[in-house]
């Protein structure tokens, strides 16, 4: 019985962590999609403490301050809800 349920527990461990992966934007995806970029923000908004280190918020983010100010502003409402 242990020898089956060893891999079986490496198995849902390896899907787990596969799954808890998601795709990290580049700077210019985030600053291309206004969308995109504005559903990012919420994330990163809605869990500071665990993603706000993160590459996608930090890339969110880096894309905000390449952007000028007339568009910037309306998108950090637009995240923040507002």
């Known amino acids: 019985m242990r020898m089956i349920g060893l891999p079986v527990m490496l ?3 390896f899907a787990l962590a596969a799954c808890s992966e998601s795709k ?3 700077v210019e995806e985030l ?3 206004d969308d995109l ?3 990012v ?3 990163c ?3 500071p403490g665990e ?3 993160g590459p996608n918020c930090q890339n969110a983010r880096a894309a905000l301050r390449t952007m000028n100010l007339n568009k910037s502003g309306p998108l950090l409402r637009r ?3 507002k």
């Open 45 to 47: 908004n809605n869990n």
């Open 51 to 53: 993603l706000e280190k």
């Open 24 to 26: 990290v934007y580049s």
């Open 79 to 81: 995240a923040e809800g």
């Open 31 to 33: 600053a291309g999609n």
């Open 11 to 13: 198995a849902i461990g």
């Open 37 to 39: 970029i504005v559903q």
């Open 41 to 43: 923000l919420r994330e």
